[in-house]
């Protein structure tokens, strides 16, 4: 129920932090821009005051981090729910099915590929 919510809120988080990213304008330069061959401006842009969009994507990238980390934290305890197999789980239902001093291993055995039938080698 949690793990549903808290995936859900960072989808949301991710739509929106990539609208929001690609709403700024860009600096001009591209990379070099960013590394100071933009003429006068610095690596992390100058002085200029922080807009909206700028402060918006530092606290939905905020979030985005803290969400992944949570994410992580919450499917590392979850178990993968289902049978082993169609076939354990048939004969697990019918149970009355199976001879009595027989185990559903003995029945359906374990699949070994390590072996070939001699016709096939």
Avoid: W
């Avoid at 989808?11 to 001009?28: D, P, R, Y």
């Avoid at 006068?40 to 985005?64: C, M, N, P, R």
């Avoid at 994410?71 to 239902?93: E, H, I």
């Amino acid at each position: 129920m949690i793990y549903n919510i808290v995936l859900t809120l960072h989808v949301l988080t991710c739509i929106v932090l990539i609208i929001v990213v690609l709403m700024q304008s860009s600096k001009g330069g591209g990379l070099a821009g960013a590394f100071g061959g933009g003429g006068d401006q610095t690596v992390f842009g100058g002085h200029e005051t922080a807009t909206f969009l700028s402060k918006a994507t530092t606290y939905l990238a905020v979030s985005f981090m803290l969400l992944s980390l949570v994410l992580a934290l919450l499917a590392s305890n979850r178990r993968a729910a289902g049978p082993d197999s169609v076939m354990r789980d048939a004969a697990q239902s019918q149970s009355n099915v199976i001879p009595t001093g027989e185990s559903i291993e003995d029945i359906l055995g374990t699949a070994s590929f390590d072996t070939l039938p001699a016709d096939s080698q």
